[in-house]
Nanobody, 118 residues
Framework: QVQLVESGGGLVQAGGSLRLSCAAS????????MGWYRQGPGKQRELVAR???????NYADSVKGRFTISRDNTKNTVYLQMSSLKPEDTAVYYC????????????WGQGTQVTVSS
């Protein structure tokens, strides 16, 4: 149905920056919201940032002021600019899309590894 293709993960030093991208394809419906979740070693998956089609944005408290989410609705692409990275940001980052099909459906990307060295 919907495929999410992620890119931009990698290894950076503490204080560095990365930009993640996620492009959605295959949807017959407009995507209501896209976002990023992450799962660190031994931790549960958590919301990092989300942006809806009206421009509403939510951030996790731990990334406010350091991460910026943006979206190109015409391309169904979401970006996450990550700055001032910390070792605790190390995680697999998953792209997410919320799609109003016959019912509300949530899709996930394959994940991209972000590793921040100290």
């Amino acid at each position: 149905q919907v495929q999410l293709v992620e890119s931009g993960g990698g290894l950076v030093q503490a204080g560095g920056s990365l930009r993640l991208s996620c492009a959605a394809s295959g949807s017959d419906f407009s995507i209501y919201a896209m976002g990023w979740y992450r799962q660190g070693p031994g931790k549960q998956r958590e919301l990092v940032a989300r942006i809806d089609s009206a421009g509403g944005i939510n951030y996790a408290d731990s990334v406010k002021g350091r991460f910026t989410i943006s979206r190109d609705n015409t391309k169904n692409t979401v970006y996450l600019q990550m700055s001032s990275l910390k070792p605790e940001d190390t995680a697999v980052y998953y792209c997410n899309a919320l799609v109003p099909e016959v019912y509300l459906v949530q899709y996930w990307g394959q994940g991209t590894q972000v590793t921040v060295s100290s």
